[in-house]
């Protein structure tokens, strides 16, 4: 099971933190991966890690903004996100497999959580 928290209200250019708390341990899962649905569109994946060796890729909207992480004694996977703009409105979901190979396809991850909403507006 997968539990997001963390988003929220910020003004463009602020900060948030998203956190993804996992049942089993963060090392349970071959790769972890972050995915946002924005207003009238498909889901996306933003960024994927794989928590044995630290292997981490990115989308390229959101490259040098977003830093996934993770911290495996509390079991909880981070996506900070820098430098917001109100194009990364959108809700937020944390999924896993147990494969290890990164992918975009939604579907392949068995694992999900139920989304946080973040919006990024003056």
């Known amino acids: 099971q997968l539990v997001e928290a963390g988003g929220g209200l910020v003004q463009p250019g602020g900060s948030l933190r998203l956190s993804c708390a996992t049942s089993?341990?963060?090392?349970?899962?071959?790769?972890v991966s972050w995915f946002r649905q924005r207003p009238g569109k498909g889901r996306e994946r933003v960024t994927c890690m794989r928590p044995s060796d630290g292997f981490t890729t990115y989308a390229d909207s959101v490259k040098g903004r977003f830093t996934i992480s993770r911290d495996n004694a509390k079991n909880t996977v981070y996506l900070q996100m820098n430098n917001l703009k109100p194009e990364d409105t959108a809700v937020y979901y944390c999924?896993?497999?147990?494969?290890?190979?990164?992918?975009?396809?939604?579907?392949?991850?068995?694992?999900r959580g139920q989304g946080t909403q973040v919006t990024v507006s003056s």
């Open positions: 999924a896993a497999r147990r494969q290890l190979v990164c992918t975009t396809d939604w579907g392949n991850h068995y694992y």
């Open positions: 089993g341990g963060t090392l349970d899962y071959g790769v």
